[in-house]
């Protein structure tokens, strides 16, 4: 019984750092970030992102609408996000901000290049929302 309850422990705390991992490194951060954009989740893709300033809850549901009004079109006249890479990573010196470069593919065959900044915050990684 007692064996039966310590892999049951053990299962629940890898489950749990598992979850967490994808914001603990820039480039789980980014490509948590990037899978969202590529679902269309716009409101998961904000939850992903630090501002400096705190904002409200119908501020940040009119910046997933903003954002959904700008984007969702686009990527829609590609034929959607099709796959998408996460490339070279240039961490800071001091370690609390990141650049991550990525690839997104659509579904159209063409692709983009692009960076996103990232800042560590807590010791999770996440993108950085500026003001």
Not at 13 to 20: D, G, T
Request: include cysteine; proline fraction near 2%; hydrophobic fraction near 40%.
């Amino acid at each position: 019984m007692k064996k039966m309850f310590r892999l049951m422990a053990m299962a629940v705390v890898v489950l749990a750092l598992a979850a967490c991992s994808k914001s603990a490194t820039p480039e789980g951060a980014a490509g948590a970030f990037l899978k969202s954009y590529q679902k269309g989740d716009y409101a998961a893709l904000v939850d992903q992102m630090h501002f400096s300033k705190e904002i409200t809850k119908e501020q940040k549901d009119q910046f997933v609408q903003l954002l959904q009004e700008k984007s969702a079109p686009e990527i829609e006249k590609k034929g959607g996000i099709a796959a998408y890479e996460v490339g070279e990573v240039v961490v800071a010196e001091n370690g609390e901000s990141a650049k991550v470069n990525y690839t997104l593919t659509y579904g159209d065959g063409t692709s983009k290049q692009d960076k996103v900044n990232l800042v560590q915050v807590d010791g999770k990684w996440m993108i950085d929302g500026g003001k």
